[in-house]
């Protein structure tokens, strides 16, 4: 007998059109693979989405692929992760266990005492007894544990799987802490003695056995749901479910099933001490010398560079030109990049509104223009009004190319770039906009 073990799928994390495909492709070979291999069942332990409504075009995916899965005899048993739950909505966890395409296998009850019962769900092919435990989001689910009545869960005869969806101290990494803020448990807040772990929320491919409690394993994710799980997957780390075999006296053998994402194309920059002209100059060698046809390219800059601004490093430029060649996606991160020249300094301020006018106040001084309109206190002010043209949201029901448009003719209105002839400062009325542009001290 056997299973598969998934975690962390994170379906709808993408933005982008073609690792939104890859996203979905992973997802479906998984599943076929599983189909395949003829898994009696499969355990899904949070995450499967990347949120609790995902657009539809995520739900048909997910369904469909669900529904080969159904078709094919194999039950589906999940529990919700931080993601895709939700604690005043209906996720779409519940539509699929409406279908009967999934199962969510949590049955927790509150007893007279405080205590609280965790019930199992019977897979009726192969007698194996589920329970299992959702993760709340912000670790609220720690506090089931607390109550949990573990006695009655490590009473129960046959072949056990616990499921859980959250980090245990004991096999915490370094990196691990720096994704997720999120407190973890200790191991001894799971029943003790159930023959398998089946663990989601940590990222990273997990096996570990400790006394009385064997095969502890998280899958990791199936592709990426953090920015950082793509810098992972260019550093080697390899992506799959968990397989499990079984039998009457336990598990038999427990190991991961490589699906295969993307090729991946890395670039470290350091600036440090450099100009920005160098810094330019050297990304350039290095694309140049890459081949970056149906890769994705993760390009990282960081340090702080002795002259220039950041701002001179053409980052669109380089993007399009990856994009040219063929690249799948590019994922530019300059956050670590600075200049001695030209540093941002983050000002103070109780309201959002206050800090980005401070920031703008406090700093327009280093922009050397011809342009009078976009210096000084005029330029502050500019700078202000873009803001908030800019941080519009979309409109109900706007199609994203109709909602760029509007903003993008605001902005040319607004820079005088849509007037005939000279886009000089024409008769508006300055006065009426000089809202809240002084430095305001904070309270
Ligand atoms: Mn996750």
Known sequence: MRFAHFSDIHLGFQKSRPLQSVEQDVFERALDDCIRRSVDFILVCGDTFHANIPEMRVQKLAFAALRRVHEAGIPVYAIYGSHDFSPSATSVIDLLAETGYITNVQRLANNDDGTMSLGFVTDEKTGAKLAGISGLGASKDITYYEKLDRDALEAEPGFRIFMFHGAISEMRTAGDAAQTVDAAMPLSYLPRNFDYYAGGHMHQYQLNTFENYPHV?????????????????????????????????????????EVKNCEYDMIRINATHKTSHAVNEEIHEKLAGMEPDGKVVLLNVSGKMS???????????????????????????????????????????????????????????????????ITGTRGAKLAKRLLDILSKPALENEPLNAYQKRIADEVAAELGLDEEGEGEEDARDESARDEQIERRPPA
């Open 217 to 257: 394993v998280y899958p990791g994710t199936l592709f990426a749901g953090f920015h950082s799980d793509l810098a992972e997957n260019a550093g080697g780390a390899k992506r799959g479910y968990v397989l499990v075999e079984f039998d009457s006296t336990g598990v038999t053998d427990v190991r991961q099933v």
């Open 307 to 373: 002259e220039g601004k950041t701002t001179d490093i053409d980052f669109a430029a380089i993007s399009d030109g990856l994009h040219k060649k063929g690249t799948v996606e590019v994922k530019i991160s300059r956050r670590q990049l600075s200049s001695a020249e030209y540093e941002i300094t983050e000002s103070q301020g109780d309201t959002a509104e206050e800090i980005a006018v401070n920031t703008f106040v406090e700093n327009i001084g280093q922009v050397e223009s011809g342009f009078p309109q």
